[in-house]
């Protein structure tokens, strides 16, 4: 199961927290981004709870976690998943 998640973060923290989280065995990208969120990351789960364990226990957690969005990916045409 792949995902979205869009991170707001407190100023100034952006670039130590993405290198913070691209270590996460559950991200396989991880974007610094201009606009209204800071941090695009892409993640690759299990299922469901699995989505919600790293949301709640690993990412929320950290300090300059502002804001989440999620979007759970149901169709992917291009690249095509492995």
């Known amino acids: ?28 990208e991880a974007n610094l981004v201009i606009g209204e969120n800071d941090v ?19 990412l929320r957690v950290l300090p300059d976690v502002f804001l989440t969005t999620t979007m759970i990916i149901t169709e992917q045409i291009k690249p095509k998943p492995q």
Do not use: C, W
């Not at 792949?2 to 290198?19: D, H, M, N, P, Q």
């Open 40 to 58: 695009v990351i892409k993640i690759q789960v299990d299922d469901i709870s699995h989505i919600d364990t790293f949301l709640t226990d690993k």
């Open 1 to 28: 199961m792949l995902a979205y998640i869009l991170i707001t973060v407190k100023s100034g923290s952006e670039r130590e927290f993405l290198k913070e989280i691209s270590e996460f065995k559950e991200v396989v």
